[in-house]
């Protein structure tokens, strides 16, 4: 989208009709609180209503927007949507909107149980006190997870359009900067005295002296538990760097778009630009800006004036008048700013991707009436 001037701009590149219509998987990212997963709902909405079998996939979704969709939250895959929904979405068949919202320990959970051959071994992992603790705090570990079961979805044929809606962080990308990413704190000496003695004399001495400060400060359990997250954890990591590379090649794919959600804040467009920035480095198809709750489509509203009232009209009637004058200058002015941010997006996004803006909604996206205009809205952009 090429902008012309400060509100107004000229389709002149794609438009998310064009994405929803066309594209396989569109990861939308931002920061958090700006309506990004409001947005990945409107936007699998939209595609589903233009008739294609779409997957919306978040990670920690609001219990709100889970009882709007009507599914729950965390299951263990995919669900429909319940009939009633798609009636008043009047998404018909063969189209099919489905759901995955599910927490990020379930990612993680998921990716051990295919990671691990032995079942048995597996289970051994998932009920490690460090495991339930450390993974977490792995930069990039649910994002990856959540990335390779777009893949498998994809790869099974069974939906049209995947959207991934990704959880509100500066890592969201990290994994795929590089091989070795997810596990360089695996690859120092230090870490390498929790693994199980083996090697030379002096690595077993140090291993074993080690194992011994642990038991001591810890205890023996305590100890056990982290020598076995260590040992799993080193193969599970390798197994993961090595999909690293065949990933960030299937995320590059023409038929793949990123789109970057952000509002009117200044922490979330430092985020969006930040976001932008990284795919660009990475040679990923950036596809696009959306503006989510602000005042740029503001056009069109009638101004308090005098023409308002009649001619006899009392003072406490042209008081009240004056007073929302003031409060309109004030929205006028938020409005401004708003377009004039949405035009520097545009800017940025060029002609190969899109600006658009999404308007403020003071209740909420927390019914289906209210989602079902926003994908409308995103449809017309």
């Not at 890592?171 to 690859?187: M, Q, T, V």
């Not at 198809?285 to 308090?304: I, T, W």
Request: one cysteine or more; aromatic letters at 6%.
């Amino acid at each position: 989208m090429t902008a012309t001037a400060p509100g107004t701009a000229t389709k002149a590149g794609p438009t998310l009709e064009s994405l929803v219509r066309n594209q396989r998987i569109i990861v939308c990212c931002g920061a958090g609180g700006v309506g990004k997963t409001t947005t990945a709902a409107a936007l699998a909405l939209a595609g589903a209503r233009l008739g294609r079998r779409v997957l919306v996939l978040t990670i920690d979704p609001s219990r709100r927007l889970a009882e709007t969709l009507g599914v729950a939250r965390n299951p263990p895959k995919p669900v429909r949507l319940p009939e009633d929904r798609l009636s008043q979405a009047e998404i018909v068949p063969p189209a099919t909107l489905e759901a995955w919202m599910l927490d990020p320990k379930l990612v993680s959970d998921e990716a051990v149980r295919r990671l691990v051959k032995s079942p048995a071994e597996a289970e051994r992992v998932l009920e490690n006190r460090i495991y339930q603790h450390v993974t977490a705090m792995v930069a990039g570990m649910h994002e990856y997870t959540a990335m390779e079961a777009l893949h498998r979805f994809v790869d099974e044929g069974r939906y049209d359009l995947v959207i991934l809606d990704t959880p509100p962080s500066r890592h969201a990308l990290d994994f795929l900067e590089a091989p070795g990413r997810l596990s360089k704190f695996l690859d120092g000496k230090i870490f390498q005295l929790f693994l199980p003695k083996e090697g030379g004399l002096l690595r077993r001495a140090a291993s074993s002296l080690v194992n011994r400060v642990l038991k001591g400060v810890f205890g023996e359990e305590f100890a056990g538990d982290l020598t076995v997250f260590f040992s799993t954890f080193s193969g599970i990591f390798g197994s993961l760097n090595r999909d690293v590379t065949s990933m960030r090649a299937f995320l590059s794919q023409p038929d793949v778009a990123f789109l970057l959600v952000t509002s009117p804040a200044p922490a979330a467009l430092m985020e969006a630009l930040f976001f932008e920035k990284k795919t660009r480095e990475l040679g990923l198809p950036f596809k696009g800006f959306v503006l989510n709750r602000s005042r740029a489509a503001h056009d069109g509203k009638v101004e308090p004036s005098d023409a308002l009232l009649p001619a006899n009209a009392s003072p406490a009637a042209k008081s009240a008048l004056r007073k929302l004058a003031v409060m309109a200058k004030d929205e006028q002015e938020h409005a401004e700013h708003d377009r004039k941010l949405l035009f520097d997006l545009a800017q940025r996004a060029g002609t190969s991707a899109v600006a658009v803006a999404l308007p403020t909604l003071p209740t909420g996206a927390d019914d289906m009436g209210t989602l079902l205009t926003v994908a409308n809205v995103l449809l017309r952009s």
